[in-house]
Structure formats: structure tokens, C-alpha cells
Nanobody
Framework: QVQLAESGGGLVQPGGSLTLSCAAS????????IGWFRQAPGKEREGVVC????????WYQSSVRGPVTISRDTTKNMVVLQMNSLKPEDTGVYYC?????????????????WGQGTQVTVSS
């Protein structure tokens, strides 16, 4: 059974950093891309970053390239999202998802499996 579980969300001040983790089970990261998405209140879910099944390719939303880094540990079947220089507009629920395919996509509609999400609030 494919399962994804996010953790690491919380309240952080503007300019601060946060590390989110996505624990995957029921499938192998070696063959499946993992995407991170966020959904702000009243807005559509948007892609943030993705890492391919091979781990060799990544996709970043243009506005987050730099402050955001994605990495993975295949021995733990886990993907980590490091976010720096956070802004209030980064507030939202962050989800990890997989399409069980090796290639990345920034489109939420192309992902079939989702975690429950973790809340990130950037506020002073």
C-alpha cells in the first residue's frame, strides 16, 4: 500500500528556516518521483519542488529556486525539503506526493498519491 507521511511543519519567523520530511512506504524511491506541493488558504495547490526517481533530476518552481533544497535518503525511503529565508507568503499546508513514475511534474493533477499534509506558518 502506497503511503506518504509529512512531518516537520510549524511556526517560524520570517527569514527563518524549516525542514520538512516525507516518509514513504509501499514503494521504492528509486523508481518514483516525489513532489512537494503547498496550498495557501483560498488558493489552489501549487508545485514547489520535485525530485525524480533516479534522484538525478529536480524541478523547482521558479520563485523558490535558491531558498529551497530537496534531497532524499533511499535507505530510509525519505525525502527532505529544506526551506530557508521563509516569507509570510510561504504559509500553507505542505504536501508530498508521488505519481509512481520516475519523471517529475509540477502539476498536482499528475499525482495520484498524497500525504496528509503538514502546516507551515511564517509569521512574526
Amino acid at each position: 500500500q502506497v503511503q506518504l507521511a509529512e512531518s516537520g511543519g510549524g511556526l517560524v519567523q520570517p527569514g527563518g528556516s524549516l525542514t520538512l520530511s516525507c516518509a514513504a512506504s509501499g514503494f521504492s524511491l528509486d523508481y518514483s518521483a516525489i513532489g512537494w506541493f503547498r496550498q495557501a488558504p483560498g488558493k489552489e495547490r501549487e508545485g514547489v519542488v520535485c525530485i525524480s526517481g533516479s534522484g538525478a533530476r529536480t524541478w523547482y518552481q521558479s520563485s523558490v529556486r535558491g531558498p529551497v533544497t530537496i534531497s532524499r535518503d533511499t535507505t530510509k525511503n525519505m525525502v527532505v525539503l529544506q526551506m530557508n529565508s521563509l516569507k509570510p507568503e510561504d504559509t500553507g499546508v505542505y504536501y508530498c506526493a508521488t505519481n509512481l513514475r520516475t519523471s517529475c511534474s509540477g502539476q498536482a493533477t499528475e499525482y495520484a498519491y498524497w500525504g496528509q499534509g503538514t502546516q507551515v506558518t511564517v509569521s512574526s
